[in-house]
C-alpha cells in the first residue's frame, strides 16, 4: 500500500503561482511513476502532468504545458507541482496518483485525497 497526501492548495488571483506537494508513505516511493490530475466541479477528471520513478521523464496536458512543472524528490518521498501564470479554468480539486508507468490515463493503483486550488480572476 501506498498512502498519498497532497497539500498546498489554496486561493490565489490570476497569474499567480502556487506549489502543490504530494507526500508518500509506504511502500517504496522511488518504484513509482508518479502524476497529478484535477477535477473541476461537473467535469470528468483530467490528465495535468506525470513523472517517470526516476525523474528522467515528464509529461503534461496541452493546457499546462509551458506553466506547470512537475518535479519528485526521491529522498523525501514528495512530488510536487508547481503551478505558474495561473487561470481561472485551472480552478478544480487537484490529485496526486501513483502508479507503474506514467500514462495520461488514470490507471493509477493509489490516490491521494485531493487539494482545491481556486483561481480568482
Known amino acids: 500500500q501506498v498512502q498519498l497526501v497532497e497539500s498546498g492548495g489554496g486561493l490565489v488571483q490570476a497569474g499567480g503561482s502556487l506549489r502543490l506537494s504530494c507526500a508518500a508513505s509506504?511502500?517504496?516511493?522511488?518504484?513509482?511513476?508518479m502524476a497529478w490530475f484535477r477535477q473541476a466541479p461537473g467535469k470528468e477528471r483530467e490528465f495535468v502532468a506525470s513523472?517517470?520513478?526516476?525523474?528522467?521523464?515528464?509529461y503534461y496536458a496541452d493546457s499546462v504545458k509551458g506553466r506547470f512543472t512537475i518535479s519528485r524528490d526521491n529522498a523525501k518521498n514528495t512530488t510536487y507541482l508547481q503551478m505558474n501564470s495561473l487561470k481561472p479554468g485551472d480552478t478544480a480539486v487537484y490529485y496526486c496518483?501513483?502508479?507503474?508507468?506514467?500514462?495520461?490515463?488514470?490507471?493509477?493503483?493509489?490516490w491521494g485525497q485531493g487539494t482545491q486550488v481556486t483561481v480568482s480572476s
Open positions: 509506504g511502500r517504496t516511493f522511488s518504484n513509482y511513476a
Open positions: 513523472i517517470s520513478w526516476s525523474g528522467g521523464s515528464t
Open positions: 496518483a501513483a502508479g507503474p508507468l506514467p500514462t495520461a490515463h488514470p490507471m493509477y493503483d493509489y
